[in-house]
């Protein structure tokens, strides 16, 4: 079988073919029934797959429409999607949202509603954890995984305390007292 070019469109691979295609384009074509397919819900997904953002882009998009998804029943189960403009193209997602900035991650603002442009943000950890839905606060509650100050000051004012905690030196001062 004689080495050719991929019939493919953007595709430039010289290669053995297989149906006039190169064997990443014959393998989408058996296993999806098309050559576009298993990218995601972006045609041209393959250009974009080695950037940062494309993981995270991907990981929203399958946690909000992929019933088979771990995190699904979190997120799209409970009637949280993707715009429509995000889904259709990676491109779009990174124009919005811009490049990530260092430590930071992808967080909707209102936690009940869906990533769009107007309700995402790039987050810290911090900012996340006390931007809670009610079903995320009460597993974080569950398992205090909030930042131990948040957690104590949240103790202290639900039994009527004040909310900052005594320093080390009116702690030991009411405790000899």
Not at 8 to 33: E, F, N, S, V
Not at 74 to 95: D, P, T
Not at 143 to 157: G, V
């Amino acid at each position: 079988m004689p080495a050719a070019k991929c019939s493919a469109p953007d595709c430039d691979k010289i290669a053995k073919l297989t149906k006039g295609l190169c064997p990443t384009h014959y393998q989408r074509l058996l296993r999806h029934g098309r050559i576009d397919a298993g990218r995601g819900w972006d045609s041209k997904a393959h250009l974009h797959s080695k950037h940062e953002l494309y993981p995270t882009w991907q990981q929203m998009i399958l946690r909000c429409h992929d019933n088979k998804n771990s995190s699904f029943a979190r997120y799209g189960a409970v009637g949280i999607s993707v715009c429509e403009r995000w889904r259709a193209n990676f491109q779009n997602f990174l124009a919005d949202m811009g490049e990530r900035p260092k430590g930071l991650t992808l967080d909707r603002i209102d936690p009940t509603g869906n990533y769009e442009p107007g309700n995402c943000r790039w987050a810290d950890a911090k900012t996340q954890r006390n931007n809670l839905s009610e079903e995320g606060d009460k597993r974080a509650r569950a398992k205090i995984s909030a930042s131990k100050t948040e957690y104590w000051k949240r103790w202290r004012t639900s039994r009527g305390l004040p909310a900052e905690a005594p320093t080390r030196a009116e702690y030991r001062a009411r405790s000899k007292g």
